[in-house]
């Protein structure tokens, strides 16, 4: 059983950063595939960035792209999304979400395993 337990949310003003973690249970976090979603009240559940086992990344949008980072620290079981210049649009619950499979994925649907989320809120 993999569980995952995201951390690092927080308030902020606008153009501030916030560095996300997610501690993954398991041996074998070096071959999980990584994501992250975010859901805003009333919305659907969006990908926001990706990497596989092999590093490969994705991101969501060039917004997302140029101001957020994913990584990974297999030797931690951790995964990381460094946010800078956060904008009110960022504001969402951040949700960690792990497949027990090589590749990178985008859709939520993609992914077995979920954390509790961290809440991202971005004041203007």
């Known amino acids: 059983q993999v569980q995952l337990v995201e951390s690092g949310g927080g308030l902020v003003q606008a153009g501030d950063s916030l560095r996300l973690s997610c501690a993954a249970s398991g041996r074998t976090f070096s071959r999980y595939a990584m994501g992250w979603f975010r859901q805003a009240p009333g919305k659907e559940r969006e990908f926001v960035a990706a990497v596989s086992w092999g590093g490969i990344t994705a991101y969501s949008s060039d917004s997302v792209k140029d101001r957020f980072t994913i990584s990974r620290d297999n030797g931690k079981n951790t995964l990381y999304l460094q946010m800078n210049s956060l904008k009110p649009e960022d504001t969402a619950v951040y949700y960690c979400?792990?497949?027990?499979?090589?590749?990178?994925?985008?859709?939520?649907?993609?992914?077995?395993?979920w954390g509790q989320g961290t809440q991202v809120t971005v004041s203007s």
């Open positions: 979400a792990a497949k027990t499979s090589s590749g990178t994925y985008v859709q939520p649907t993609q992914y077995d395993y």
